[in-house]
């Protein structure tokens, strides 16, 4: 493994992550939503100094997927625990988030056997926007801010598909549509 800060951040981000389930398990709500927001910050951290150090390597795509898929399961068993009711009065929308994430996984594994771990610009903002509306939701300040990430979550799940059928192979750190198109134009050039 090629060690970089952003791939050791990313990491520790996969170790600690399962934690949720067990802060949930035990009823320790405060200790969840610092874990949580702790967890969300590091996400995008590591990002951030991938690109400004200059570390940006596959693994660390790859590591950066496996944290966000692990990170959104781990924090809704371990939200159930601790909130199952305001997991039940959200149920259509944390249903739609699933599907919606589930659908652009799937047609990039079925086409590449891949995940996506393009790093969209709209994945991006969609994971912050998603993260911090869970984190209020969780918190009983309102449900409003992950009910309004959905459109993002849905925007960035078009997006990511389109760039799945777009690009004639995978790889990761595609931004956009847009540069998928052009990285299609120049391999079939």
């Known amino acids: 493994m090629k060690r970089t800060l952003p791939n050791l951040i990313s990491l520790t981000r996969i170790v600690l992550t399962p934690l949720l389930v067990v802060v949930g398990w035990n009823g320790w709500a405060t200790i969840f939503?610092?874990?949580?927001?702790?967890?969300?910050f590091s996400d995008f951290l590591d990002g951030l100094l991938a690109r400004s150090l200059d570390q940006q390597t596959r693994l660390g795509a790859q590591l950066d997927?496996?944290?966000?898929?692990?990170?959104?399961?781990?924090?809704?068993i371990g939200g159930w625990l601790l909130w199952p009711d305001r997991i039940l009065a959200e149920a259509l929308?944390?249903?739609?988030?699933?599907?919606?994430?589930g659908l652009s996984g799937m047609i990039c594994?079925?086409?590449?056997?891949h995940f996506p771990s393009y790093h969209a610009w709209s994945a991006k903002i969609s994971t912050a926007v998603a993260g911090?509306?869970?984190?209020?939701?969780?918190?009983?300040?309102?449900?409003?801010?992950?009910?309004?990430?959905?459109?993002?979550?849905?925007?960035?799940a078009i997006e990511e598909i389109l760039i799945t059928l777009i690009l004639p192979h995978w790889?990761?750190?595609?931004?956009?549509?847009?540069?998928?198109?052009?990285?299609?134009?120049e391999a079939d050039a």
């Open 65 to 76: 997927t496996a944290g966000d898929v692990l990170l959104m399961i781990c924090s809704m």
């Open 171 to 185: 790889q990761p750190d595609v931004p956009t549509v847009f540069h998928a198109v052009r990285k299609r134009k």
């Open 93 to 101: 929308f944390f249903l739609t988030v699933l599907g919606m994430l």
């Open 132 to 156: 911090i509306g869970v984190w209020f939701l969780f918190a009983g300040i309102t449900p409003w801010v992950f009910r309004v990430s959905i459109g993002v979550l849905a925007y960035s």
């Open 33 to 40: 939503l610092v874990l949580f927001a702790l967890l969300l």
């Open 109 to 113: 594994l079925i086409k590449y056997r």
